[in-house]
């Protein structure tokens, strides 16, 4: 079969290839064993396609910068988010042992109007197993949890005890459990380092549970009792 001896086209006896009829001629064809071959020969190396090299240059440093500034952030929010967070907690514990100490002394109020005997150095708790000395019968004791749930709807949602002296509250803890480490105390606030344990001037922390908290404020709460029987006043831990 001839060939066009410009393009190396086939073409058929006497026919006159129109390779030249204005066109950029195309590239002479390449032989192989005598004959033309058009593409790329077998064995032939093809030209890898590497023009998009240096983007990558410029997009992956711009990457790992992204990457170390969103680090850096995050070393220095999620820290203070943490904080944060913990310091809300503790802050609406602490409301809630406000809440819990005054609903207990509108009660107390309330009890002494009616003719009960509130007088005494007593603790009532959430949790009846957690009361100590308290001076009311089973029935009287119902009403008084009635009253205060009056006035702290949430009283039978957490956990709380307060200590009464005189007929009056002196001090409240409340947390979410008795071994929850998230513990909110009245007067005396509660920050994040820690709890205030027992005690009108007590500035004693430290990070305990509900728990804890009342076996640790209820030992001082009854040594000041013995001190006051003993002196006929009151030292306060």
Known sequence: ????????????????CNCRSGAVPPPPPVYANGQPVYGTPQGAVQ?????LWWIWLIIIPFVLIFLIIIAMLAAIF?????????????????????????AVNTALVEFDEEGYNVNGFYIISSDEEYNWN???EEDELEDFYKKINTYYNDSDKYEWFVCIEGGAATYSAEAESWSSDVVGTYPNRATVDGPRLY????????????????NQSSDKFSRSISEENEDNYYTFY
């Open 1 to 16: 079969m001839p060939f066009c001896e410009y393009c190396g086209r086939p073409v058929t006896e006497n026919e006159v």
């Open 134 to 136: 308290v001076p009311f």
């Open 47 to 51: 030209k890898k396609d590497g023009g």
């Open 78 to 102: 999620v820290p203070a988010y943490i904080g944060y967070n913990k310091k809300s907690e503790i802050t609406s514990a602490n409301t809630k042992a406000s809440s819990v100490y005054k």
């Open 199 to 214: 005690g009108r001037y007590s500035n004693e922390m430290n990070k305990m549970s509900l728990s804890l908290v009342y």
